[in-house]
């Protein structure tokens, strides 16, 4: 009899291990695809993180870039017109002195300095002209960037988007689940009476409620106020202070600088000075102040193209090194002359 009992025992328990047996597989089985839909999900997403952290660089070294090359380009714009203030009050001087001399080798000289500071001035025109328009590219570009960026951008959220839709996709059933159902019967009526039950308790609150619609409130420490007009006000001008300083790197110079403008009053009056002598000299004292006024503004403006050189950038940099050497001729032709001038009253 116990032999017997014994023998039931143990066929029971190794049916046991039997029914188990199946359902742990089952649901390892069910976690496996759950884990790999995870994985995945985070794979997409550090893909994600990576690719929009290499365009927060890209874009970060974009605008340090463009940031330079503005606060460069600024400079030049502003030493070149610096010189062709420069150019113009020795044009209008000499233009003005040629018609107060008859003396030849004078009016060899101012025509020489005419031609040659008239070719300097457009050659600054002409670059100025190329600034604007190399500008006019460069902001073109950074603006097809963005707008490529941005497209990238939404494709790879629309594919990140379509792609946990799949993750989120319920899973099929395994036949196993059925299988299961039918070696713990008792387990599905339990669940089943649950069901029952909880749908009845349901039904029964749903009946004790008054009659109307209900409505969900929030309450106010939730919901997300709009800053005040101060305060707004206040980032508005924070973001215009900084736009004109990445914009130009200098603040408030969109323009040439104000000193730029007190250099040309400044030229403008000597000039008018300078001629205003003229008209109260006459025959060789008035030669002698042309070339002299001439050998003293050249000696200036070689000394300030020697130092605005070192402070252009590219192209400019270049054309102010081959004008300060023809300057330098000017001036040596003025030194020249000048010692001519100086023994023709004594062989008279």
């Not at 328009?133 to 379509?162: F, L, M, P, V």
């Not at 070696?183 to 008054?210: C, F, G, L, N």
Request: overall charge negative.
């Amino acid at each position: 009899m116990l032999k017997t009992s014994l023998t039931l025992f143990s066929c029971a328990a190794l049916g046991s291990l039997f029914v188990i047996s199946p359902i742990s597989a089952q649901n390892t089985d069910e976690k496996r695809p759950a884990a790999e839909a995870q994985a995945d999900q985070n794979k997409s997403k550090a893909e994600q993180d990576r690719s929009e952290q290499g365009k927060k660089q890209q874009r970060t070294a974009d605008a340090h870039n463009n940031k330079r090359a503005q606060a460069d380009q600024s400079m030049n714009d502003q030493i070149a017109n610096w010189l062709m203030i420069d150019q113009q009050a020795t044009l209008k001087f000499a233009e003005n002195a040629m018609q107060k001399t008859e003396d030849p080798d004078v009016q060899e000289l101012l025509k020489t300095v005419i031609e040659d500071h008239q070719n300097f001035a457009e050659s600054l025109s002409s670059m100025e002209s190329a600034s604007k328009q190399g500008a006019e590219h460069h902001q073109k570009g950074n603006q097809d960037r963005n707008a490529n960026n941005k497209d990238d951008a939404q494709a790879q959220q629309t594919a990140a988007n379509k792609k946990q839709g799949e993750q989120n996709k319920p899973l099929p059933k395994d036949e196993d689940e059925d299988n299961s159902r039918d070696i713990r019967p008792e387990i599905a009526d339990a669940d089943a009476d649950a069901v029952s039950q909880t749908e009845a308790q349901a039904a029964a609150i749903e009946r004790a409620k008054p009659t109307g619609k209900s409505q969900i409130t929030v309450p106010p420490q939730a919901r997300i106020q709009p800053p005040s007009s101060d305060e707004a006000k206040q980032q508005d001008g924070h973001q215009e202070d900084k736009g004109d300083v990445h914009e130009t790197g200098y603040r408030g110079a969109k323009t040439s600088s104000p000193w730029v403008g007190i250099h040309d009053e400044i030229s403008q009056k000597l000039v008018s000075h300078s001629l205003k002598d003229l008209e109260q000299r006459e025959g060789h004292d008035r030669n002698a102040a042309i070339v002299g006024m001439l050998l003293a503004s050249h000696l200036e403006e070689e000394a300030t193209m020697a130092v605005l050189e070192k402070h252009a950038d590219g192209e400019l940099q270049q054309k102010i090194a081959d004008a300060r050497k023809i300057v330098s001729q000017h001036r040596q032709s003025a030194e020249s002359l000048m010692e001519t001038l100086k023994e023709e009253p004594a062989n008279k």
